[in-house]
Nanobody, 123 residues
Framework: VQLQAFGGGLVQAGNSLRLSCTIS????????MAWFRQGSGKEREFVAA???????FYNDSVKGRFIASKDDAKNTVYLQMNSLKPEDTGAYYC??????????????????WGQGTQVTVSS
């Protein structure tokens, strides 16, 4: 299974971005997917997850601002990021694991990883 994330960029605080993660060699409908981010000098942290059935989970710091979704037909997951803040800056990664494995917030539990896409929010 290969994941490819894209959609990052440089935006001003308060604006929005949508990240996409395309899946090849696997089917998003049977995967639990997650987004993580890593700021400079920081550990990789959980941002959001979407289960194969569509239920979502969020880090408290993004709840109400970010929305995880997926399109099974396009084999793609999305992260809509609204009201961006400078502290949202970092490299964003999509990750996946088989649906039989529970959704957790720790990076080592995910088997599949995409390359990072950089999000920079200026104040």
């Amino acid at each position: 299974v290969q994941l490819q994330a894209f959609g990052g960029g440089l935006v001003q605080a308060g604006n929005s971005l949508r990240l996409s993660c395309t899946i090849s060699g696997g089917t998003v409908s049977i995967l639990n997917m997650a987004w993580f981010r890593q700021g400079s000098g920081k550990e990789r942290e959980f941002v959001a997850a979407i289960r194969w059935g569509g239920s979502t989970f969020y880090n408290d710091s993004v709840k109400g601002r970010f929305i995880a979704s997926k399109d099974d037909a396009k084999n793609t997951v999305y992260l809509q990021m609204n009201s961006l803040k400078p502290e949202d800056t970092g490299a964003y990664y999509c990750a996946g694991k088989p649906r039989g494995s529970p959704v957790v917030r720790t990076p080592p539990s995910y088997e599949y990883w995409g390359q990072g896409t950089q999000v920079t929010v200026s104040s």
